[in-house]
C-alpha cells in the first residue's frame, strides 16, 4: 500500500474549512459524483493538518489516538482528527450511495424547497452532513447535537447552530419542535436497550407529521477467510460490549414499537473489490475503520502495535479479492 491515501486527508479536511459556497457544490453533485476520485494503497500514510476543529476538553489517548470521556457513552471510536476526516469522507460516500442527504419522501412532504422547516441532526460529529444539507435548502434552519464538541469553529452556513447534548438524558427540546431528526450510524454508539429511549425521545420532539431518517449499516458479509475471520471479530466485539451488531435489520421493528408509521425503508450492498470511484470510497472506510478500532479489535484480532498496521495493509488487499466482501447500508424512515 503505497502513498496516495493521504490525498484524501488533504481534501476532506479541506470540506471542514472552506466556506459554505464550498459545501453548496458539493450540495449540487447528486448523481454519484461528490465522491473523491483517488486510488487508495495506503493507511499508513495520512497526513493530519492543524484542523478547523475542536476536541472535547475531556479526551483520553491510546495507540495513538484520542477518544472521548464521557463516563455513560458506550461510544468506542475515537474523536480526533484523522476521525473527522473518515467520518468526512464517508458522509459524501453515504450522499452519494443514496442519491442525496434526505430522502425525497420527506423533501416533498415536508417541502424542504421552500418551508422554513427545523432539522435536528442527533449526534451530528463534525456537522458534515448537517452543512451540507443547509446550503441545499437554505429556507431551513438546522441544529446539531453531539456528546462532544467537535464543531467548525468559524466555517458554517447562517441557517446552522450546534450545541452539546445527551439524547440518553433527555434532549433541551420541547415536544413536538422539529419537522425531521436525522439518525446515521449509532450502531457503536448505543447498548441495545437504548435504542428504544433514544427512538422514543426522538418521537417527543418531532412534530406531528414529522420524520426521523435512520441510516445504519450491516456487518461485513462474504470475502475469503481472512476477510471473514476479520468481520466475525468485529461482530463479536460489538456483541460482547453489549451492542447490537445487526441493528439494521431491526430498525423498522424499533420505529413501530415506539409508535412511529414506517414509510420507506431501502438497502444498498456495497462490494469492497469492484474499482469503480464509490466502491472505492467505502474499500477506504471500511479500512479506515478498522484502523479506528484498533484498541479495541488488537487484541481479539490477535494482533500487537507492532503488526497491526500489517494487519491493516493485509486487510486492504484481501478485501479486493473474490470472492466479493460485501457491506450494506440501508435508510429506514419513520413517521410520527
Same mark, same amino acid.
Given at each position: 500500500?503505497? +502513498?496516495? #491515501? %493521504? /490525498? =484524501? ?8 474549512? @472552506? &466556506? *459554505? $459556497? ?18 487508495? +494503497?495506503? #493507511? %499508513? /500514510? =495520512? ?8 476536541? @472535547? &476538553? *475531556? $479526551? ?18 475515537? +474523536? ?15 450522499? *452519494? ?19 422554513? +422547516? ?219
Amino acid at each position: 500500500m503505497g +502513498n496516495k #491515501l %493521504s /490525498t =484524501l486527508s488533504k481534501k476532506t479536511r479541506r470540506i471542514t474549512s @472552506s &466556506s *459554505s $459556497s464550498y459545501l453548496s457544490k458539493k450540495s449540487s453533485k447528486q448523481n454519484h459524483t461528490d465522491v473523491h476520485d483517488t486510488n487508495r +494503497n495506503s #493507511l %499508513s /500514510t =495520512l497526513n493530519h493538518e492543524p484542523s478547523e476543529n475542536r476536541l @472535547s &476538553s *475531556s $479526551s483520553i489517548h491510546t495507540v495513538g489516538r484520542s477518544f472521548h470521556h464521557v463516563s455513560n457513552s458506550a461510544y468506542w471510536f475515537p +474523536n480526533d482528527d484523522e476521525e473527522m476526516d473518515r467520518l468526512i469522507g464517508q458522509h459524501f460516500a453515504i450522499k *452519494s450511495l443514496f442519491g442525496g442527504n434526505i430522502v425525497n419522501l420527506i423533501a416533498k412532504s415536508i417541502g424542504m424547497e421552500y418551508r422554513n +422547516n427545523i432539522i435536528l441532526d442527533l449526534g451530528c460529529g463534525p456537522g458534515t452532513w448537517l452543512m451540507d444539507v443547509a446550503t441545499e435548502y437554505p429556507a431551513s434552519q438546522f441544529i446539531g447535537v453531539d456528546m462532544c464538541d467537535i464543531f467548525p469553529n468559524s466555517i458554517r452556513p447562517p441557517n446552522v447552530s450546534f450545541q452539546t447534548g445527551n439524547v440518553l438524558e433527555r434532549l433541551p427540546f420541547p415536544d413536538n419542535t422539529f419537522d425531521l431528526v436525522n439518525i446515521r450510524l449509532f450502531i457503536i454508539a448505543l447498548m441495545k436497550d437504548e435504542w428504544p429511549v433514544v427512538v422514543k425521545e426522538v418521537y417527543r420532539i418531532l412534530k406531528p407529521g414529522g420524520f426521523v431518517q435512520m441510516i445504519e449499516c450491516g456487518m461485513l458479509e462474504g470475502g475469503n477467510d481472512f476477510v471473514r475471520h476479520s468481520g466475525r471479530i468485529f461482530k463479536e466485539v460489538i456483541d460482547k460490549r453489549g451492542q447490537e451488531p445487526y441493528i439494521v435489520h431491526k430498525m423498522r421493528s424499533l420505529l413501530e414499537s415506539q409508535h412511529f408509521h414506517v414509510c420507506h425503508f431501502e438497502n444498498k450492498d456495497i462490494y469492497l473489490g469492484k474499482p469503480d470511484p464509490l466502491s472505492r470510497e467505502f474499500l477506504w472506510d471500511a479500512c479506515c475503520i478498522f484502523k479506528a478500532a484498533q484498541a479495541v479489535l488488537q487484541i481479539p484480532l490477535g494482533c500487537t502495535p507492532d503488526n497491526y498496521q500489517q494487519f491493516l495493509d493485509k486487510l486492504y488487499k484481501e478485501f479486493q479479492k473474490q470472492p466479493d466482501a460485501m457491506w450494506s447500508f440501508s435508510v429506514c424512515i419513520g413517521q410520527k
